[in-house]
Every structure is written in structure tokens, then in C-alpha cells.
């Protein structure tokens, strides 16, 4: 029991800081700003408190939906009416955080952006202990038709638990069938996506975040040198190639390097997701615990 109450505090702590972190972020995209300065003010946020990152700020812009995050010495800016994603999260002793927020910098998407906001409040009111995740689908589902928009159907929710950011269990974004229970005492983030597109993600060519996998030949010593400081410094949560400037000489050597130990095996790819139909999307996530007629927000 103390242990319990130990692990809450910690949890409370990490989602207190993943939030600040995120309305950083938020109030550092504006037309015109670099992506990677917002990426490296709010990881830096984390880091000057004393947290890791659970994974590298995302920064997924209009069609995107989710797993951009600047290349190493990315250039781009953001546009006058880019709809912005901002996804990020602390990490303390392998407690995660995990919450979301759009900006839609031309306040031209803002029914879109409250669909996604909508459906999460309506899903968070329907959280209680033993509630089967088809039934918040079908709330967030719901939602988002109401105003005119589809849900996307393959993102969604998770359980979170230590060191494992995609738990288990899959909280969809509309009805699918599945009597799953959460229970009471578990970590959930849930995390509505809407879009006028098709309602459906397919991975791009683009990857910016890897996770460590498993050990792996390689041939190039380049790659030996970057799967010795991965295993090192982030064995256990996803990074970004920009995070492993420091270890080989060029640009090119380091995303010569990483291909490779994908290539091998070594390394989980987390490619940029896309709006299948290129619709506009928003999402909104938080991370809550389940109780027993409720629940309660950890990133806020
Ligand atoms: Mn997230
Ligand atoms: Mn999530």
C-alpha cells in the first residue's frame, strides 16, 4: 500500500510536469518559429526539472497526425495556418506521461480541433472502473460525427504502464467490439484524433523516432559507436536521431548509421503517421487513473 501510494505520487509528479511541458511547447508554435527550437526548449524543460522524455515532442503538422519530430538541423517553420499536433511527456524512473493538444495557428480548423477536445471530455466522463474500452470508442466515435467529422479509427488510447508507454490495452476511437475492462488503479492515456480526411493513418517514409529493440551486427563503425550510446542512454524509451549528433562526425553518417541498425533489426522504427485521404487532423490526449466511479487527470 505505501508502495501504491508512492507510485501515484511519482505518477502525479510526471503528469504535473509532462503538462507543463506541453503548454510550453504550445505557446512556442507560431508562424514563422522553427519546429526544432520548440523541440529543444521543451526537452530542455524536462531535463533543467530533472525528467527524462517518455519519447521526442512531436511536432505533426495538418496532415500528420502523429510522430513527427524534427531532423537534426531541421530548417522548417511553421506556416500561418498549419494545424500543429503537439504530443510530449515526461519520464522519472520509467513513469510516463502522455498528453496531447492541436494549435490551429489561422483559427481557421477550430470546430475540428473542439471535435477532437469534445470527444475526449465525453470519453473521460464515461472512465470508471470496469468499463469495457468499445463503450469510450464509442462515445469519442460519437462525438466527432456530431460535428461533422470522422474519428481516426487505427490510433488510439493505451495503458500505460512502467517503461511501456503502449501498454497492453488499446483504447479505440470508435465501437470496435472490444469488451475489455479498465480497472480500477490503472494509468490511461486516451487520445481522440478527428479529421474531414478518410479517418485512417498510413505510416510515411518519413522516421525521426526509433526505440532500442535488440543487439545487432553491424558492419559500418558508425553504427557500432551509435548502438553503444543507444543502449546506454536510451535502452528503454524511444529517441530522436537529432539526440545522437554528438556521436559520429557528419549528418550523414548518423542517419547512415541508424538505417542501418533498423535494417538489422536493432532499432523499432516509429515512422510519421498520415492522414491517409491528406485531411487536416487534431487530437487531444490526457493521461488519467481509473477509479472506482471515476477517474482522475495526471496531466494537468
Ligand atoms: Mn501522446
Ligand atoms: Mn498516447
Not at 500500500?1 to 501515484?8: C, F, L, T, V
Not at 529493440?213 to 551509435?226: G, H, N, T, Y
Amino acid at each position: 500500500m505505501e508502495d501504491e501510494k508512492q507510485d501515484m505520487k511519482i505518477a502525479e509528479e510526471v503528469g504535473a510536469v509532462s503538462y507543463k511541458a506541453l503548454l510550453m511547447a504550445r505557446d512556442l508554435v507560431k508562424p514563422g518559429a522553427k519546429l526544432i527550437d520548440v523541440a529543444r526548449k521543451a526537452e530542455g524543460f524536462l531535463k533543467e526539472n530533472g525528467f527524462g522524455a517518455a519519447f521526442p515532442l512531436n511536432l505533426s503538422v495538418n496532415a500528420q497526425a502523429a510522430h513527427y519530430t524534427p531532423a537534426l538541423d531541421d530548417e522548417s517553420i511553421f506556416g500561418d495556418a498549419d494545424v500543429v499536433k503537439v504530443d510530449f511527456g515526461a519520464e522519472k524512473n520509467g513513469t510516463l506521461g502522455d498528453c496531447a493538444l492541436t494549435v490551429d495557428l489561422s483559427q481557421n480548423n477550430q470546430k475540428l480541433v473542439e471535435a477532437s477536445m469534445e470527444a475526449l471530455q465525453n470519453a473521460i466522463s464515461v472512465v470508471r472502473g470496469g468499463v469495457e474500452v468499445r463503450k469510450i470508442g464509442a462515445e469519442i466515435e460519437r462525438s466527432i460525427l456530431a460535428k461533422g467529422f470522422l474519428p481516426i479509427k487505427n490510433l488510439g488510447g493505451h495503458t500505460v504502464k512502467t517503461h511501456d508507454l503502449h501498454s497492453d490495452i488499446f483504447v479505440p476511437n470508435y465501437d470496435n467490439g472490444d469488451d475489455t475492462k479498465l480497472e480500477e488503479g490503472m494509468v490511461v492515456a486516451i487520445e481522440p484524433f478527428a479529421t474531414n480526411g478518410r479517418g485512417m493513418v498510413s505510416e510515411s517514409d518519413i522516421c525521426e523516432i526509433y526505440g532500442f529493440e535488440s543487439d545487432a551486427q553491424v558492419r559500418m563503425k558508425e553504427s557500432r559507436s551509435l548502438q553503444e550510446e543507444i543502449k546506454k542512454r536510451y535502452s528503454h524509451e524511444p529517441f530522436a536521431v537529432r539526440w545522437l549528433s554528438n556521436v559520429v562526425p557528419s549528418r550523414f553518417a548518423l542517419y547512415a548509421g541508424v538505417a542501418e541498425l533498423a535494417r538489422q533489426g536493432a532499432l523499432t522504427m516509429y515512422p510519421t503517421l498520415v492522414e491517409v485521404g491528406k485531411g487536416m487532423v487534431a487530437q487531444s490526449e490526457l493521461e488519467i487513473v481509473v477509479e472506482k466511479d471515476g477517474c482522475r487527470i495526471l496531466t494537468k
